[in-house]
């Protein structure tokens, strides 16, 4: 099963206050949600979309946790599968930085008119 176009290109779809998201949409980016729901991959996230560059070493996320390096990187692939970061090996670290592709469609997905009614 192929998955669904997610590129920063083609929008995946509109805001779910708009219409219905689509099934064959809706695995994907029900994929990434998951991923974000754990409290240590939402950190993580947010560190590697902050970081200044656009990239950060996994030398410079695992110290700000109390868990392993192990636990580290296990979120970190939970992350890549999901799509959300890329990583890229240089010597003995992995450099990661954000897809903001997909977390455009995820902010998409949720954005609600804020107009009065």
Not at 32 to 57: N, T, V
Request: proline fraction near 9%; charge should be neutral.
């Amino acid at each position: 099963m192929s998955k669904p176009q997610t590129s920063a290109e083609a929008p995946c779809c509109s805001p779910m206050a708009v219409e219905r998201i689509a099934p064959e949409v809706s695995g994907t980016l029900a994929q990434a949600f998951k991923a974000l729901g754990d409290p240590i991959r939402l950190q993580l996230m947010s560190m590697i979309a902050s970081a200044p560059g656009g990239e950060i070493c996994v030398c410079d996320l695992t110290p700000a946790f109390t868990v392993s390096g192990t636990t580290i990187s296990h979120h970190l692939k939970v992350l890549r599968e999901a799509g959300l970061i890329d990583g890229e090996r240089r010597a003995s670290w992995v450099y990661y930085r954000p897809r903001p592709g997909l977390m455009r469609q995820l902010s998409t997905l949720l954005a609600v008119d804020e107009s009065p009614a």
